[in-house]
């Protein structure tokens, strides 16, 4: 079906562990397409899909990644160099706090691809090079991300279902049908009307240095990852080897925290812009293509606005098909456009700033319609 096919790279080989457990097939007679999906969409994609493939659309341009990560290995080094040439004074202990936190975001947005398969054609170098980038460079399991972020693509915006918006209701109420729900239940664990002011002191800044810091150990350790808690290790290693050889304890301990700050404050802005602004409800059972819509948005494409965002600007097409690579997203998007419109479906694309803007309104919105449910019915 047309999750498998998004998710899987080599479909020959996964589909040999799947004949062990084929119970049967369909009789002639029975529909093939659910009552709650939409049959002509389905038809409809999965010809696009196919013609994508044709095109090699989903064949990876290596040298595309082999120049990004070499970028982010030489920020990466430019960061201690800053310090270990000009000092640890206020100017160079700043810019190299902005340069190392470039070199970790990008890096995150690396990752992302090898996560998804996007860069090497063999699915063993996509898993080796990711424990390097998401463990060594960045201190982070691999698996653990592997983990949360399938859940995510699979039911994106699904409440119960996309660990991604686990932080309703504790933290925010997401979406305009479950704030009302929440309303008329009574339940409060933040005052979520002023939701829209305490994210931009919560989320963005300390999502990293607090939560994902603590979860993705946890998560290694309790599932046994242990090659994943080898490489994390190194990194901490390297970081506190060659800073504090430079840096003194408080001053180390303050260089990470901000990093992982700024790290933290540039992910959140970018990954939620594009989702905390849609349709965010339990699972609807929809077809591949509406879930991933209804679910998702885009924002205008530029150099900067690609490179800032690691092409997540085009994350209608990236749900749609996670294991292209993002430099053939701009290709598709005409296809993905002319497809939502033969459907009456809105493909929606936005500046930049309105998207972050739009996080901050549907989170106002969200708020409002939950007090006047907790108040009034």
Known sequence: QDAFAAFH??????????????IGELAPDQPSVEPTKNKMLVEDFRELRAAVGKMGL???NQLFFFLHLAHILLLDAAAWLILFYFGTSFMPFIVSLVVLTISQVQASWLQHDLGHLSVFRQSKWNHLLHKFVMCHLMGASARWWTLLHSQHHAKPNCFQKDPDIDMHPFLF??????????????TKYMPYNHQHKYFFITLPPLLFPTYFQYHTFYIAYTKRYWVDLAWMLTFYIRFFLTYGSLLEIKSLLAYYFLFRMLESSWFVWVSQMNHIPMDIYYDKNLDWVSTQLQATCNVEQSLFNDWFTGHLNFQIEHHLFPTMPRHNYWKVAPLVKSLCAKHGIEYQCKPLLTAFADIVHSLKNSGELWLDAYLHK
């Open 173 to 186: 109420t997401l979406g305009k049908k479950l704030s009302v729900e929440l309303g008329i239940k009574k």
């Open 9 to 22: 790279v080599d479909q020959v080989l996964v589909n040999k562990y799947l004949k062990p457990l084929q």
């Open 58 to 60: 989903l064949k990876p």
